[in-house]
């Protein structure tokens, strides 16, 4: 079966980093695929530059790849759409008008996505990626609210990094990231965001025990995690792109192929869960089971975790007032 796969923002950054791997097979291993790529008019002719050198690969799975400024073209019979390309905020941007830019872009490709398949996966990577994966759905209300889905999955694996890297430095031993298991992001893909180890497990143990330092947790791992992006741009001069791209590859193959039991995170349409308000987009543990995701239940909620998911969930209430304010929502 060959599937059709739309990427947008293709001539970006993370597009770049992104349509290699993804033609390379790293989604859908040896099953033929083809490629939408839809950009602005002005970029167009930097995706063409983009189009020859996947031409140039050779990819023995690569069918077609077809460009377009159109988001009804683009999306047409679509399989899994991957929203990247998105309005950056600029220096003295409110999030209003953040909010504004990015509520018509995702309300048009909402609608333009009456023209998928019906089982198509969207994962949105542009920014505020909860909310627009929101704005996006509810101008789709004929696809179910749980084909959209926001990425959290590259906080996910910074947290991963990092625990790992701690974890070997308090055992004396390497300890490596697929050691370690029930790692969970909760909220909004921002600085909120919390990066939950209260579960974590590595090799049968309490990874927070294992670490034994509650104010590294608390001072440190948390906050890094959750400003990673911005000590990146500090760095780099550019904001995370390859870390981006491999992130929402990950996240598209895990729902695609299944987590193999483990957790990973995703931002997901809330129905009450956890007491995050339904109908929010946002990051919870979930388990993948091949084509679908579960979030995961019965989790016990320490004051500490509470009241840090509460204060990402209260930014993505106010993400999503100002968005109905705005009349894009
Ligand atoms: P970029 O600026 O290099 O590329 C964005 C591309 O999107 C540009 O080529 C632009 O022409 C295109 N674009 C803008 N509006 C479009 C529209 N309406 N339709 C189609 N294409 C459109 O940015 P980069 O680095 O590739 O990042 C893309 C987005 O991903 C940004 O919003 C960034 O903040 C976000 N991001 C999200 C992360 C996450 O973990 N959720 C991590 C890193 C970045």
Redesign the pocket.
């Known amino acids: 079966m060959t599937r059709t796969i739309a990427v947008?923002?293709?001539?970006?950054?993370?597009?770049y980093s992104l349509l290699f791997r993804l033609a390379a097979g790293f989604v859908y291993g040896d099953e033929p695929i083809r490629l939408r790529l839809?950009?602005?008019p002005?970029?167009l002719q930097?995706l063409e530059g983009v189009v020859m050198e996947l031409d140039d690969c050779a990819f023995t799975r690569l069918e077609a790849v077809e460009i377009t400024d159109d988001?009804a073209t683009a999306f047409d019979g679509v399989d899994a759409a991957l929203l990247?390309?998105?309005?950056?905020r600029k220096k003295g941007m409110e999030r209003a008008d953040l909010l504004q830019k990015n509520g018509e872009?995702f309300s048009?490709?909402g609608r333009a996505l009456v023209n998928a398949a019906d089982h198509v996966k969207v994962v949105v990577?542009?920014?505020p990626?909860n909310t627009n994966a929101l704005i996006a759905s509810h101008h789709a209300p004929d696809i179910p609210k749980t084909q959209f889905t926001?990425?959290?999955r590259?906080?996910h694996n910074r947290a991963l990094s990092q625990l790992a890297a701690k974890a070997t430095e308090v055992t004396g031993e390497p300890v490596y990231v697929q050691d370690i298991e029930q790692v969970a992001i909760w909220g909004n893909?921002s600085a909120t965001q919390y990066p939950d180890i209260s579960h974590a497990r590595l090799a049968g143990r309490s990874l927070a025990e294992v670490i034994g330092d509650e104010a590294w947790v608390a001072d440190e791992f948390v906050p890094t995690v959750a400003k990673r992006?911005a000590a990146i741009i500090a760095a780099r001069g550019?904001?995370?792109?390859a870390s981006?791209a491999h992130?929402t590859l990950e996240h598209l193959r895990d729902w695609e192929h299944g987590s193999s039991g483990r957790w990973v995170s995703m931002a997901v349409h809330s129905q009450g869960e956890y007491d995050v308000p339904a109908g929010l987009v946002s990051s919870f543990p979930v388990v993948c089971t091949g084509g679908s995701y579960e979030i995961v239940t019965g989790l016990e909620i320490g004051a500490f975790s509470r009241q840090r998911i509460d204060a990402s969930v209260a930014e993505l209430q106010a993400e999503r007032d100002t968005a109905q304010d705005l009349g894009v929502l």
């Open positions: 947008t923002g293709a001539a970006g950054q993370i597009g839809l950009e602005v002005q970029a930097a988001p990247i390309g998105s309005m950056p872009i048009t490709q990577t542009g920014n990626a926001a990425l959290t590259l906080d893909h992006g550019a904001s995370s792109a981006a992130a």
